[in-house]
């Protein structure tokens, strides 16, 4: 009996040494895979950048840091830099016709108003810039526009290209709150569009005017464009 009874203890013991074992090894591996997870990764899980209101990143406190009757911009305050952006736009009733997070910003995108229009604007790389454009009393959007060189009441015009030697540089007109309008017409006189200095709509927005260096003159040159030429 008492040999019975040792065994027994025995086999428990041995039970409770195997159990320890396999509960270790699962931590073990438990935390293998954590610190698999990179700094990318665990920002990722923890911060995101989204158009979504249900989907803010976490841990948000709102700070209102410009405020005017058409417009608000809020910074998160989660970090000193590359922070996180909330802006808003109001029709003239007051009501939020517009609201986005945008992110991760040293300084905030910054804002202007003209026709009725607010203007969000931010760079992103040596000449690389991105507007969007809100009517508050017309109650419109646009989608986020790149590299905008002209602006007028219903138009916005811009360069597209190869960038290589201008061959195949074109003008591009686009009506501002109507996607897929796009028009173009040729224009091989540039070779980036940061040789345009000045592009602005005149005459009722039924011109565009140029302003511009050309790429074999090295020369300042400047052209009047029917926007009924484009194509």
Known sequence: MVKIKGC??????????????????????????????????????????TTNESEEPLHTKWTIIEKEKYYCIEKMGLR???DYYRYTVYNTNGESIYS???GEFNDPPRVSIYDDTVNIHYGYGTGVFRDKYVDYKNNLQSIWLNNVW?????????????????????????????????KE???????????????????????LYIHYIDKDTKEAEEKIIKLSEFE
């Open 8 to 49: 027994k203890i025995k086999s428990s013991v041995l039970l409770l040494i195997g159990v320890s074992l396999l509960c270790t090894s699962c931590i073990k591996e438990n935390k293998k895979e954590f610190n698999n997870i990179d700094e990318k990764d665990a920002q990722e899980m923890t911060e995101s950048i």
């Open 80 to 82: 000193e830099y590359n």
């Open 100 to 102: 986005e997070i945008l």
């Open 150 to 182: 002209g602006v007028g009441k219903k138009y916005v015009a811009y360069v597209i290209g190869d960038w290589r030697n201008g061959s195949d540089s074109k003008l591009a007109i686009e009506e501002k709150y109507i996607q897929n309008t796009r």
């Open 185 to 207: 017409i040729s224009f091989p006189h540039i070779i980036y569009d940061t040789d345009v200095d000045i592009c602005e709509f005149r005459n009722n927005e039924t011109e």
